[in-house]
């Protein structure tokens, strides 16, 4: 056990590159050698620190060179979809370790998929050479609003049975380690900006598969609003579509004409073969014109809520995912077509509207980064140290 | 001069209610008692800490009580409209110790513009028995886009002669000390936020007078986007209006069918006389059904507007300000009555919608708060006792 008020603050300073040394970081932030030596003691025997080689000498003896170790332990993350899921394992700087995807229906509940995740966790724990003595965190995302506090999710309406229920305590009991659940579209956007979008503050991710959904990253953080409702795009009105009623009780939302969900409805009423928002994506990209008609069509009432978006909050680029955006360049181009025509110059000056780097991934990497940034915060960290024996002692 | 890079944050700690002794403080930061010892009397030399009498002693002597010393400085704060601009002197915790307003027109440019404020300036720092020596920081919010880094309004499109023009560097010289320069509608969103909203996270300000514009507050702090752009409400579609020119250039633009000048040429087309976003108001009050048909309908429009901003954002609060919102209750009933149709359950539950609370106070207080917030930021006073003498040593 060691007590500190600046560990976690040390271990920040070194895993962001501003300091490298003890020195460094005696000098960047006031503390005395000692206070700092008995940190960096701690931190080393944690394993998240570790001294790498000598670094140049200013005068006297070459200083030791320290660097954060992101194979000090791993994360778990899952990204939960309505009908298919993907489980990873990654080390500490949220870089995949190991991870399988499969079809699984979210609909089945709690008990049995949390009890699938947690069969896959195992999994590639095993493919990736580590052990449950490994994690240091989980991280996961469902396909519906989470109260992001408790990590319940709320009312979710394609999520019979888990309304309220409490899925991180489940793998906190299991591993001891922080667990924490936000909705999937946040974790994408995190994802996204974290691996592609790092220098940008401001950024939006849409989603449009089966639904509309949009994950908000305000001054690089997740924008969760005041109740975690914020992002809900899909139930913006759009003009011209009065006639079209939504499940949400309103007419005219987005989601009721320009989602893969409505989409699939539309074509399938004309006798094509469209189930779902998949089904859409490979009717276009055969070159069906009703199909690749609706998509752009989509791509402009898309732009249309988009523009509003963009004039209220100015973001740096808008990454556009989920299945439609599979559709080649269709959706895009009709989102950029009125995004670019509706929004002041000033606002589009600069903006990128781009395709989903990451594409299904970008949820694990989104979970991932989401629990590293939590269990490394500096409080975290201090706690860590105080709260459990260094890892020499339990071996 | 005293370096220290640990100052800035226990006075952080003590201006935040965190910490009242030195004994506080070393236990929070984990310095040692000579370092906070030395930080302490830096701050207390400089004048923004001050002893204020003995707490309870916990074995040994009974520890002293320090405080932060909102008399230390004074802020001096500028709102400038288009017409009428309001002017302050603040003390540090942005309390307004004198003010006064008057009529200038901003077109005049900024040569007799900043001359004039310059004056005024002068006035309150009288008013307030301080002199220029007091000042700390300089705030001013103008009425048009400004380059927040650098303080320069942007082809502002009613300030004529402003673009690009270095308004901040006339007071720093002035002064010596940092100025800082933003929308006026930002400022209003920060001084509502700072006084009567600072428990909400997250906060909508809406100005409707002769134009529309909204101040976004993100986690506590001004959302302004990746180019300063953000907040640009007006220039969003409202369906119905497509007719409805607007001066952007688009048509069907909420401010070109909703704004106080949109509505005073409609009403002014009937033969009425309204020339102003105060015409119409006045119009409103006396009872004329055309104008008070046209609010209503505006803020149904503006309603629109703002469900699909709630829908994206779930602020805690949308509060509206500016002329119009002086209209009773006229303009907020119809904001209302389509907010809470159109937006979802969650996003609308615990949202309130109401009239600002400051009115034309919002952007001194606002000016002030964020100018306060720069000076006295860690960083600032850290470089603040490095770089300047003690105040005893100037006297």
Redesign the interface.
């Known amino acids: 056990m060691y007590r500190?008020?600046?560990a976690g603050h040390l271990l920040d300073l070194v895993r962001g590159g501003r300091a490298r040394t003890r020195t460094d970081l005696a000098?960047?932030?006031?503390?005395?050698r000692s206070?700092v030596s008995q940190a960096v003691t701690a931190l080393i025997a944690n394993g998240l620190l570790r001294e790498v080689g000598q670094g140049t000498s200013t005068g006297g003896r070459r200083p030791v060179v320290l660097a954060f170790d992101q194979q000090a332990g791993v994360i778990l993350a899952a990204d939960l979809g309505a009908t298919h899921s993907r489980i990873a394992v990654t080390d500490l700087g949220g870089e995949p370790l190991a991870e399988v995807a499969e079809d699984i229906d979210i609909a089945r509940g709690p008990g049995i998929v949390l009890g699938w995740v947690e069969e896959r966790f195992e999994d590639v724990l095993t493919l990736a050479g580590r052990t449950p003595g490994d994690v240091r965190g989980v991280g996961m995302g469902v396909p519906g609003?989470v109260e992001f506090a408790t990590g319940r999710p709320?009312?979710p309406p394609i999520m019979p049975g888990w309304d309220g229920f409490p899925v991180p305590e489940r793998f906190e009991e299991r591993y001891g380690v922080p667990a924490l659940v936000d909705n999937d579209v946040n974790i994408m956007a995190l994802g996204e900006h974290r691996v592609k979008w790092s220098d940008?503050?401001?950024l939006l991710f849409v989603k449009v598969g089966t639904g509309i959904g949009?994950g908000?990253i305000?001054?690089g953080?997740i924008?969760?609003?005041?109740?975690?409702?914020?992002?809900?795009?899909g139930?913006?009105?759009v003009?011209?579509h009065d006639d079209a009623v939504c499940h949400?009780g309103?007419s005219g939302c987005v989601e009721a004409v320009a989602s893969g969900g409505a989409m699939a409805r539309q074509l399938g009423a004309l006798g094509l073969k469209a189930r779902t928002s998949r089904d859409v994506v490979s009717l276009a990209k055969g070159g069906n014109p009703e199909a690749v008609r609706r998509v752009r069509e989509a791509g402009r009432l898309l732009g249309?809520?988009l523009?509003?978006?963009v004039?209220?909050?100015?973001?740096?680029a808008i990454v556009v995912g989920g299945d439609v955006a599979d559709a080649d360049q269709l959706l895009l181009a009709g989102v950029r077509e009125v995004v670019y025509?509706?929004?002041?110059p000033?606002?589009t000056?600069?903006?990128k509207i781009v395709q989903s780097a990451l594409g299904d991934r970008a949820g694990i990497r989104g979970a991932a980064a989401m629990v590293i940034e939590n269990v490394l915060s500096p409080d975290a960290v201090n706690q860590a140290l105080a709260a459990e024996p260094p890892r020499e002692a339990i071996a």
């Open positions: 500190s008020a600046s000098s960047q932030t006031g503390l005395g206070a609003p709320v009312s940008s503050e401001h949009c908000i305000a001054e953080r924008h969760r609003g005041a109740l975690g409702a914020a992002g809900d795009l139930h913006v009105r003009s011209g949400c309103n249309q809520v523009a509003s978006a004039n209220f909050f100015n973001p740096a025509q509706r929004s002041p000033l606002a000056q600069h903006l």
